[in-house]
């Protein structure tokens, strides 16, 4: 079975400060694995995923996550974080063995000016 | 292209009773799964719908169904409403070519208030 854990449900960062969210996945075949975000009263946007090849993956608004299969990990970076970067961030997996998404329990970014 | 839309934006509902939930694909996207997200809490697989079928289910009683129509919009249909499935239901399309390793598009969810 897969499964998503993210450490820290509430971040909080200063402006222009690096932004680390963590994931750690369980999966027991390769996994594919998605960082979404989530604006209030908004549905999912993906950031970024990872399928195969390149290891560090580079999405939109300047993130980026590795992942690391030694620490079965996928964490978000962003060197710098914005004010319109506050929102809640999902981590999820996926195998070729199943057609669903496991979903972390989200991390909630708060920058601070 | 239009993104995947969904309808009603909000909902209230009573204890034991019926709710359907819609949801229109992203053009070109033949696969729609749903998910249940509680208050403060990541997004739960209910179950995904390929071409008019039901192709894999999460953890979700049977009170818990679903259409596809031949245009990929789908419906979700919840009977016997309890207090606990008060939540935003999130729709999701992709392109089924892409396999498991394609993107879920996701549209703005369907907030459910059970009283």
């Known amino acids: 079975a897969q499964s998503v854990t993210q450490l820290g449900s509430h971040v909080s960062v200063s402006e222009g400060a690096l932004v680390l969210l963590r994931c750690n996945y369980s999966s027991s075949v390769p996994p594919y694995l998605f960082w979404y975000v989530q604006y209030p009263n908004q549905g999912l946007q993906l950031l970024l995923k990872y399928t195969t090849g390149a290891t560090l993956v580079k999405g939109i608004n300047g993130f980026e996550a590795e992942f690391k299969k030694s620490e079965t990990s996928f964490h978000l970076t962003k060197p710098s974080a914005h004010m319109s970067d506050a929102a809640e961030y999902f981590c999820a997996v996926r195998t070729n063995t199943g057609n669903q998404f496991y979903f972390g329990t989200g991390t909630s970014l708060t920058v601070i000016p | 292209e239009t993104g995947v839309t969904q309808s009603p934006t909000h909902l209230i509902k009573t204890r034991g009773q019926q709710v359907t939930l819609r949801c229109s694909s992203q053009s070109g996207h033949n696969t729609v799964s749903w998910y249940q997200q509680a208050l403060g809490q990541g997004p739960q697989f209910i179950f995904q719908?390929?071409?008019?079928?039901?192709?894999g289910r999460g953890n979700f009683p049977p009170r818990f169904s679903g259409l596809q129509f031949p245009n990929y919009s789908s419906e979700l249909n919840v009977n016997a409403l309890e207090l606990d499935d008060s939540a935003l239901y999130l729709c999701?399309?992709?392109?089924?070519?892409?396999?498991?390793?394609?993107?879920?598009?996701f549209g703005p969810g369907t907030r459910l208030l059970v009283l």
């Open positions: 719908y390929y071409r008019e079928e039901e192709n």
């Open positions: 999701a399309s992709s392109p089924r070519a892409g396999g498991p390793a394609e993107t879920q598009y």
